[in-house]
C-alpha cells in the first residue's frame, strides 16, 4: 500500500454523535432546540445518544417550555442509565419548581417523580411539599398524582414527611380536578399498602360527591371508583348517594357510565325500598343499551360487564332482549357474548322471538355461531321447563335440514334435555337414529350412544345400533369408547338375551385387552366383576337413578361474582377473574414459587379458591394493583374466640368442615433450625410466619415460627388445612401464646394422615390457611417434604406397611415423574 492510500481511512465527516454534540452547544436558541428534536427523534427510534447527557442537561436552563420538555422527556429515559450524571439536573429541578409560571413549577415534579433513581428522590420532597400546597391548582393536582410515584419508590418516606396526609388534606381542595388526582393517588397508594390508608368517612363523602359534577370524565371515574368501595351506613344514605350519582349514567363517555353502575349497583344491596330498586333499575337500562351502538371493542367490553350485571340483577335489562339481537355485519365475539346474554334474559313471555332469533342463527354460514345457537337452545330448554317442548321442536326442524354440525350438535343437546327431563320426549328418539350414520364427532357419537343405552327398552333395535358402533371400536376416541362399553353394559341387563350377551364380551374383550387406557381398563373390569358376581347389584349401580341436570346459565359462584361486580369497568370484569387471577403483583413470592414447581391445574384452583374466601370476609395475601379495581379493607378485629368456638369465616375456606378447624389452646414452643419463610411480613401486615414439615421421634410435626413485627399483641391463633394427596390434618390443637409486638414463639403441631385426602392427580402442595383474633386470614403455600414420611430405620412391620400402602403408591409415583 503506497502512502497515497491513506486518504481512504480518513473523512471530513464528523458523524451524527459529534454533529450533534456541537449543535447542542450552539449559541443559537433555535439551532440547540433542533438538535434536541434531532436526540429525542434518536431516542426514540432506540439509537442510543445517552454520550450527549450532558450536552442535553445543558439545556435545561431555558425560558422556552417545549425545550424544556424535551430535555425533561430525555432525562426521564437515561436517568437510570446514567443515575451521577442525574444529580446534575437536580439543582435545574429546585429552581423550575419555584419558577412563576405554573406549567414550569407542574413540569418539574411531574419530571421528578418519573425519573426513578434513588439518589433523586431526596431532593424531590421539598419541591414537592411546596407544590402540594402551591396556589395554581394545576400545580397541585400534578403533584398530587407525583405524590401516588413517589410511595411506589419509597413508601417510608412519603409516610415520614407527612405527604398522605398533605394528600388527604386536598379532598377539601377547592378546584374538583386537584380533588379527583388525590383520591387516584391514594386510591392507588391503598393498593400498594397492607394497612388503611384512604377510608372515606362522611365529611369527605359530601366533598367527593360535591366534585363529582365539576370533574372532567376521568375525574368522575377515579371518584366514583372510591365512591363504589364506600359503605352507606343506612338506606336513606344509600338513595341519598345514589340520587347523586344517577345523572352521571347519561355521560357520554362509557367509563363514566360503568363507573356509575357499580356504584349504583353496590349501594343497591342498602337499600330496602322496592320501589326505589326498581325505579333504578329503569334508569340504568337505557345508558346500558346506549352502549351497544358503540363500536366494535366498546360493545364488547360493555357486553361482558351487561353478562355480571344481568346474573345479580336481570330486571335491569328484562325488557330489552331485542337489543342483544345480533347484526349480520357483528363480529364474531360480540355474537358470542350477545348469545350469552338472551340465554340469561330468556323468559317464558320472550321465548318464542328468542327462538325465533336462535333459528335463524343456526342457518348462519360461520360454523362456530351456528354451533352456539344451537346449544343456546338447549340451554334455554333446560332453563324453562314450560318452553322446552318448543325447544325440541326448533331442534327437530334443525335435524332436518340434514346440515351436519347442525345435527350433531342438535343431538348433543337432546341428550342433556333427556337427562333434565326423563321419561318425558323419548317419542322424538326414532328421529334421532335416522341420522346415525352421520355422526363423525366423538361427542356427538357419544351423546347418541348415551340416548341409545339409556332407553334400549324402548328402541327395537338397538343391539344393532350399538353394533354398528362396535366395529370401530378399538379406533373410538376414550369419550366414545367408555360411552359404548356403559350403553352395551345397560342394554344386557335391560336385555339380557343372546344377542347382547355376545356383544358385551366382545365389549368387555376389546375394553379390558386390546386397550392401553387405564379408564376404559378399570371401568371395564367393575362392569366384569359386577356382572359375574351379582347382576342384581350390577342394575343397582348401572341402571341407578341420575341426578338432574340443572341451569348453567348463571354459572358464577355467588361470592365470585360479588367480586366481579366490584371490579365493573376493569379488566376483572372482562375476564371474568378476580384481579389476583391475573395480576402478578397480587401474589406473594412464596406463591410464585409454588407457580414454577407445580402443575397450572393445582395453582389455578388454588387460585380460585383464595379469591371466592376474600369475598366472604377473608384477606387474600396481598392487594390487587389493578386501575380502580375495589381496594381490599383489612376486616374489623373480632373478639377472641373461645377454644371450643369456631367462627364462620373458616367454615368454607378451602373445603374443609369447621370440625377440622384447630382452634389455639395451652401455649407451647419449640426450638429448632432456621425455617423457610412463606408469610413474609409485608404480606401479613406485620405476622411473618415460617413453617416446615418435621419429623421426629417417629412422628410427623409441622414446625411454625410465627413473628409479631406489628405494633399490637396478636392472639387466638388457628390453622386449617386444605385436602391434600397424603391427607396430612392437625392431629391436635395449635399452640401459640399471645405474641407481644416484636415477639416470637414457635411451636409443633402434631399432624396424622389420611384424614383430609384430596380427590385428582396426586401432588405434593399443602395449603394452609391461619388466623388470629386481629387480623384477617392469611394463606400460604407449603411443600410436602416426602422424607418425613420414611421411617428413621428403615423396618416396618407387615401390618403397619398394609395400612400406609397408599402412602408408598403415592411417594412411587412422585419419584418417578422425578
Not at 69 to 76: F, S
Not at 667 to 686: E, M
Not at 711 to 732: E, R
Request: aromatic share 8%; with cysteine.
Amino acid at each position: 500500500m503506497s502512502g497515497h492510500d491513506s486518504k481512504y481511512f480518513s473523512t471530513t465527516k464528523k458523524g451524527e454523535i459529534p454533529e450533534l454534540k456541537e449543535e447542542l452547544n450552539s449559541q443559537y436558541k433555535d439551532k440547540r432546540k433542533d438538535a434536541v428534536k434531532k436526540v429525542i427523534a434518536a431516542m426514540t427510534v432506540g439509537k442510543d445518544v445517552s454520550s450527549l447527557f450532558t450536552d442535553v442537561v445543558n439545556c435545561m436552563q431555558t425560558e422556552n417550555l417545549e425545550l424544556k420538555k424535551l430535555v425533561y422527556l430525555y432525562l426521564i429515559n437515561y436517568a437510570k442509565s446514567q443515575p451521577d450524571l442525574a444529580i446534575l439536573a437536580v439543582n435545574t429541578f429546585v429552581k423550575d419548581s419555584q419558577d412563576p409560571n405554573p406549567l414550569i413549577r407542574a413540569l418539574a415534579v411531574r419530571t421528578m417523580g418519573c425519573i426513578r433513581v434513588d439518589k433523586i428522590t431526596e431532593y424531590l420532597c421539598d419541591p414537592l411539599q411546596r407544590c402540594l400546597k402551591d396556589d395554581d391548582p394545576y400545580v397541585r393536582k400534578t403533584a398530587a398524582i407525583c405524590v401516588a410515584k413517589l410511595y411506589d419508590i419509597n413508601a417510608e418516606l412519603v409516610e415520614d414527611r407527612g405527604f398522605l396526609d398533605s394528600l388527604k388534606d386536598l379532598i377539601s381542595d377547592n378546584n374538583p380536578m386537584v380533588v379527583a388526582n388525590a383520591v387516584a393517588a391514594l386510591a392507588e397508594i391503598q393498593e400498594n399498602s397492607s394497612g388503611p390508608i384512604f377510608e372515606i368517612t362522611t365529611p369527605t363523602l359530601t366533598k367527593l360527591l360535591t366534585a363529582l359534577n365539576e370533574c372532567t370524565e376521568w375525574g368522575q371515574v377515579f371518584i366514583l371508583d372510591a365512591l363504589s368501595r364506600y359503605k352507606a351506613s343506612d338506606a336513606r344514605e344509600a338513595e341519598n348517594i345514589v340520587e347523586r350519582v344517577t345523572p352521571r349514567l347519561q355521560h357520554a363517555n362509557c367509563a363514566v357510565v360503568l363507573s356509575a353502575v357499580k356504584m349504583i349497583l353496590q349501594q343497591m344491596e342498602l337499600i330496602t325500598s322496592t320501589d326505589v330498586v326498581r325505579n333504578l333499575c329503569k334508569k340504568m337500562a337505557p345508558p346500558l343499551v346506549t352502549l351497544l351502538s358503540a363500536e366494535p371493542e366498546i360493545q364488547y367490553v360493555a357486553l361482558r360487564n351487561i353478562n355480571l350485571i344481568v346474573q345479580r340483577r336481570p330486571t335491569i335489562l328484562a325488557h330489552e332482549i331485542k337489543v342483544f339481537f345480533c347484526k349480520y355485519n357483528d363480529p364474531i365475539y360480540v355474537k358470542m357474548e350477545k348469545l350469552e346474554i338472551m340465554i340469561k334474559l330468556a323468559s317464558d313471555r320472550n321465548i318464542d322471538q328468542v327462538l325465533l332469533e336462535f333459528k335463524e342463527y343456526a342457518t348462519e354460514v360461520d360454523v362456530d355461531f351456528v354451533r352456539k345457537a344451537v346449544r343456546a337452545i338447549g340451554r334455554c330448554a333446560i332453563k324453562l321447563e314450560r318452553a322446552a317442548e318448543r325447544c325440541i321442536s326448533v331442534l327437530l326442524e334443525l335435524i332436518k335440514i340434514k346440515v351436519n354440525y347442525v345435527v350433531q350438535e342438535a343431538i348433543i343437546v337432546i341428550k342433556d334435555i333427556f337427562r333434565r327431563y326423563p321419561n318425558t320426549y323419548e317419542s322424538i328418539i326414532a328421529t334421532l337414529c335416522e341420522s346415525l350414520d352421520t355422526l363423525d364427532e366423538p361427542e356427538a357419537k357419544a351423546s347418541m350412544i348415551w340416548i341409545i343405552g339409556e332407553y334400549a327398552e324402548r328402541i327395537d333395535n338397538a343391539d344393532e345400533l350399538l353394533e354398528s358402533f362396535l366395529e370401530s371400536f378399538p379406533e373410538e376416541p376414550p369419550q366414545v369408547q367408555l360411552q359404548l362399553l356403559t350403553a352395551t353394559v345397560k342394554l344386557f341387563l335391560k336385555k339380557p338375551t343372546e344377542g347382547p350377551q355376545q356383544m358385551i364380551q366382545v365389549v368387555l374383550n376389546n375394553a379390558t385387552v386390546e386397550t392401553d387406557n387405564p379408564d376404559l381398563r378399570d371401568r371395564a373390569y367393575i362392569y366384569w366383576r359386577l356382572l359375574s358376581t351379582d347382576p342384581e347389584a350390577a342394575k343397582d349401580v348401572v341402571l341407578a337413578e341420575k341426578p338432574v341436570i340443572s341451569d348453567d346459565s348463571n354459572q358464577l359462584d355467588s361470592t365470585l361474582l360479588d367480586e366481579l361486580l366490584a371490579n365493573i369497568a376493569t379488566l376483572s370484569s372482562v375476564y371474568h377473574k378476580p384481579p389476583d387471577a391475573f395480576v402478578t403483583r397480587a401474589k406473594t413470592a412464596t406463591q410464585k414459587t409454588e407457580d414454577d414447581d407445580y402443575p397450572d391445574g393445582n395453582e389455578t384452583r388454588y387460585s380460585e379458591t383464595l379469591s371466592n374466601a376474600a369475598n366472604g370476609g377473608a384477606s387474600p395475601p396481598s392487594s390487587s394493583s389493578v386501575p380502580h379495581a375495589a381496594a381490599r379493607q383489612p376486616a374489623p378485629a373480632p373478639a377472641a374466640p373461645a377454644p371450643a368456638a369456631v367462627p364462620d369465616l373458616l367454615s368454607d375456606l378451602i373445603g374443609l368442615d369447621n370440625n377440622q378447624i384447630v382452634p389455639a389452646d395451652q401455649p407451647a414452643t419449640s426450638s429448632g433450625p432456621p425455617l423457610p419463610i412463606l408469610l413474609p411480613a409485608g404480606s401479613g401486615q406485620g405476622l411473618q410466619i415460617s413453617a416446615q414439615l418435621v419429623r421426629q421421634d417417629g412422628q410427623i410435626f409441622y414446625s411454625l415460627l410465627f413473628e409479631n413485627n406489628t405494633q399490637i399483641t396478636l392472639d387466638g391463633f388457628m390453622i386449617q388445612f386444605n385436602k391434600n394427596s397424603f391427607g396430612l390434618a392437625a392431629a391436635g390443637p395449635l399452640q401459640v401464646p399471645p405474641l407481644a409486638p416484636g415477639a416470637s414463639a414457635r411451636t409443633l403441631l402434631p399432624m396424622v394422615l389420611f384424614q383430609n385426602t384430596s380427590t385428582g392427580p396426586p401432588n405434593t402442595l399443602l395449603q394452609v390457611a391461619v388466623k388470629n383474633s386481629q387480623q384477617p386470614v392469611w394463606y400460604f403455600n407449603d411443600k410436602i417434604l416426602l422424607h418425613v414420611f420414611f421411617t428413621e430405620d428403615g423396618r416396618m412391620e407387615r401390618t403397619s406397611f398394609l395400612e400406609v400402602r397408599s402412602l408408598f403408591c403415592i411417594t412411587f409415583v412422585f419419584y418417578w415423574y422425578k
